[in-house]
């Protein structure tokens, strides 16, 4: 079945700095969406990229779809406590009727 | 804006016991899923309801069952819980199928002893 990779899986950067997770999956999708979780909170919807090499912003996230539609990122520039929590990203699953959670990156912003 | 609310919140359970989670969402979604979180293992699948009627398994289902009460409700049971469900559980919907956003409730935290 389809599967959908993260990495890395815990990242620990210094308020202020940047910070990219990387999405992989094993087939080619037609859309890919992320999500966000904060500690002790449920997933909540980021955006949803479609277009091969899509590119989209919201304020200081960056989210890229790859040009074969098998993989994307998420980049924060200049981190801040308040984006702390784990980043999930979402293909669909088998038969497009369902959602396919890759395992999550887990971000730690020390003030 | 309720959104999706699930029911309960907290719950332990001793080895054996039954117990059904209840989800209901207002946003008038075709689909309704149910998944757990476990730590370092993201969210995996448990049952999904592409639409009202219908259900099927997804990644994670032995030792649960679901109902799609209406197209509003979507309940999960564990008929003999066991240790290994101890975990947190997630209901979400969306409009339709796995291409839309996907809207989470408050997730149920469930401990079996």
Redesign the interface.
């Given at each position: 079945g389809q599967q959908v990779m993260q990495i890395p899986q815990y990242q620990h950067v210094q308020e202020g700095e940047d910070f990219t997770t990387y999405c992989n999956s094993s087939t080619t999708l037609s859309n890919i969406q992320w999500y966000k979780q904060r500690p002790g909170g449920h997933p909540v919807f980021l955006i949803q990229l479609v277009k091969s090499g899509e590119v989209k912003k919201q304020k200081r996230l960056t989210f890229q779809f790859g040009e074969a539609k098998k993989n994307s990122s998420l980049h924060i520039t200049a981190t801040q406590t308040t984006d702390v929590g784990t980043y999930f990203c979402a293909g669909p699953g088998n038969y497009g009727q369902n959602f396919v959670f890759g395992p999550g990156t887990r971000l730690s912003v020390l003030p | 804006n309720a959104g999706v609310t699930q029911t309960p919140k907290f719950q332990v359970l001793k080895t054996g016991q039954s117990m059904t989670l209840q989800c209901a969402q207002d946003m008038n979604h075709n689909?309704m899923?149910w998944?757990r979180q476990d730590p370092?293992?993201?969210?995996?699948?448990i049952y999904?309801s592409?639409s009202e009627g219908t259900t099927?398994k997804?990644?994670v289902p032995n030792g649960y069952n679901v109902s799609r009460l209406n197209k509003r409700e979507f309940s999960l049971r564990l008929e003999s819980a066991a240790p290994s469900q101890t975990s947190v559980y997630?209901c979400?919907s969306?409009v339709d199928?796995?291409?839309?956003?996907?809207?989470?409730?408050?997730?149920t935290r469930l401990t079996v002893v």
């Open positions: - | 689909s899923y998944y370092g293992m993201g969210l995996r699948l999904y592409a099927d997804g990644e997630f979400a969306s199928r796995g291409n839309t956003e996907a809207f989470f409730g408050q997730g």
